[in-house]
């Protein structure tokens, strides 16, 4: 596997690096200063990053579509258990739900299915070719509940409240995550909930490049500036925090 994942052009950017950890600068500011004017610096351009920096955090370059053989890959099932994601999600029947980020589908159909048909799943992407899988997939798999929304880097253009957002390994390549996860908040329902799952950086068994995993700390402190308030971290994972917010209307500021 190893050997494959180093050779295949479109894993450039998740490649299993074993090369030294890039140590990241902290941010200077605190909060309040965080969040005037710009929330972002610019700093070293990594080869996998955009040199745009997020609380101390080196943005990713996104996965265009041409890698999207890697996010269908037959190993995942086992990598990832996505039974597990889906059993901590505990979606209800009728939910609606956003795959921010959805790729080709390798969720959104199984989200899809959680939700039953009486339930809706927005697959959200920035890129129209990914999106083109996603409904060739669909079409495959007979799921019907399944929308493709073409999004942008600062909002996903969802067309109505939703339960849940979740993105899996995809917050780490938000090139502007600030204003994309407030959108997001804006369109969950009262009490609904934004789910990241992302690949523990604090683990370096996790063969994925350091850039491509965030800590569980890193990933509660960018979300401390949102409407949103923390409920738990799920564990069960073999590679991936799963760490769930919920909207919080005591937060909310126009």
Not at 189 to 212: A, F, S, W
């Amino acid at each position: 596997m190893l050997s494959r994942l180093f050779i295949a052009p479109w894993l450039c950017f998740i490649l299993i690096s074993t090369a030294p950890a890039f140590q990241f600068s902290a941010y200077a500011a605190d909060e309040t200063e965080h969040t005037k004017a710009s929330p972002y610096a610019l700093g070293k351009k990594t080869p996998d990053g955009l040199g745009l920096y997020y609380f101390g955090r080196e943005i990713a370059h996104y996965m265009t579509h041409v890698g999207a053989p890697w996010l269908d890959r037959p190993e995942r099932d086992a990598e990832e258990r996505p039974d597990l994601l889906l059993a901590a999600l505990a979606l209800k029947p009728g939910d609606i739900v956003a795959d921010l980020g959805c790729g080709s589908g390798y969720f959104s159909w199984r989200l899809a299915q959680a939700v039953g048909p009486n339930g809706l799943v927005y697959g959200v992407e920035i890129q129209p070719e990914m999106l083109a899988l996603l409904n060739a997939q669909m079409k495959n798999r007979q799921i019907t509940n399944v929308i493709g929304i073409i999004g942008s880097t600062d909002n996903p253009h969802l067309p109505q409240s939703v339960d849940l957002a979740i993105m899996i390994d995809v917050y780490h390549e938000c090139s502007r995550p600030a204003e994309y996860i407030a959108a997001v908040c804006r369109t969950l329902k009262p009490n609904g909930r934004l789910v990241l799952v992302e690949y523990r950086r604090e683990d370096p068994q996790v063969p994925i490049k350091i850039i491509h995993k965030m800590t569980e700390a890193q990933i509660r402190l960018e979300m401390s500036v949102q409407q949103l308030e923390y409920v738990k971290t799920v564990k069960s994972l073999p590679r991936q925090h799963l760490i769930i917010f919920k909207k919080s209307p005591s937060r909310y500021t126009e």
